[in-house]
């Protein structure tokens, strides 16, 4: 049976490819580096050949037809493929190693420890982005990623690195002011910072389960990072994780008054597309962060602590950098 790509041109199948991963003719010609023309007659010839319309010509944008839509999703699989084995193939340890992390997990557990991959890689150059938006990995140009959840993302590979755990952290000035806690309901008469909800999932994992409401916490944000600066400035309590904010504590600038934490179900994860596991920067990357993360014995601590019953939404669902 004859192949029927051999009676299709293979570069407008590239052309399409772009087009529709963009969504903009343009910006296919501009990625590509040929003309806006060009683009426009290697679709058309496509369409010829297909002999159906795969984009709807708008006047400020074009959309996916049906058919393109279905197109698209092939071809946007195989360049990916195609472009992981080239890669694979050609690329040496010298580069830009591209991850999007959150703020926390990025700026208080992975940053401190970056300077011995870099002197065990140093022709490797880290390029860390600290965001809670989702990133397309694919499509922007980013290698992997650190993130919260459960780590069953389609076409990624992903590996365990840090369980998710929050506990209540002060600083040493308010706890004075205070005059100290002596159990977990003394916190409800303290001004505390970060959501409601985790608030009473903690206060349900130290046992405090039918307490009288108090006046919401004064403050919340989308990362834990800035939430625990508010109680380093001893604005009041702030739930944060004891592994991200392991130097605080041991320094005395943040004190636990609790040994008690609320662990999720879920957690912290690398990942990164499956296509891309023998990219040698992305493999030298895993085995160090994974090496990392079994060596630190506060993860191992907190791993075997039994998760809550529900999910929680705090460090997964919501942002929690």
């Keep these: 049976m004859a192949d029927i790509l051999a009676r299709l041109p293979l570069s407008a199948l590239r052309v399409f490819e772009a087009a529709a991963r963009l969504k903009s003719f343009t910006r296919a010609a501009d990625a590509l580096g040929v003309s806006q023309a060009a683009v426009s007659w290697q679709v058309k010839a496509l369409e010829r050949q297909l002999d159906q319309p795969l984009f709807h010509r708008l006047p400020r944008e074009v959309t996916l037809t049906p058919a393109g839509e279905r197109l698209s999703r092939a071809a946007t699989e195989a360049m990916s493929l195609l472009r992981a084995a080239v890669s694979d193939l050609v690329e040496t340890d010298e580069g830009v190693l591209s991850i999007t992390t959150l703020q926390s997990l990025g700026g208080q557990w992975l940053a401190p420890r ?31 990623a650190m993130r919260g959840g459960h780590g069953n993302w389609p076409g990624m590979t992903s590996h365990f690195l840090v369980p998710a755990v929050q506990t209540p952290m002060v600083s040493p000035d308010l706890l004075a002011r205070v005059g100290g806690l002596e159990k977990p309901e003394d916190l409800l008469e303290i001004p ?42 001893s604005h009041g309590a ?84």
């Design 114 to 144: 970056l300077g011995g991959f870099q002197i065990a890689h140093p022709r490797i150059a880290v390029r860390l982005e600290a965001s809670s938006r989702v990133v397309d990995l694919a499509r922007e140009g980013v290698d992997m």
């Design 192 to 233: 505390r910072i970060g959501i409601a909800r985790e608030w009473d999932e903690w206060f349900q994992a130290a046992g405090v389960s039918d307490h009288p409401q108090r006046p919401a916490p004064r403050l919340a944000s989308d990362a834990q990072a800035l939430e625990v600066a508010s109680a380093l400035a």
């Design 238 to 321: 702030a739930l944060g994780s004891p592994i991200f904010f392991a130097r605080e504590l041991a320094e005395g600038r943040l004190i636990m008054p609790f040994d008690v934490v609320a662990r999720y179900t879920g957690g912290y994860w690398l990942a990164y597309p499956s296509e891309r596991a023998r990219v040698r920067k992305i493999a030298a990357f895993r085995d160090w962060v994974l090496a990392q993360a079994a060596a630190d014995p506060l993860i191992a601590h907190y791993a075997a602590v039994a998760p809550l019953e529900r999910p929680a939404a705090s460090p997964l669902t919501r942002p929690a950098g």
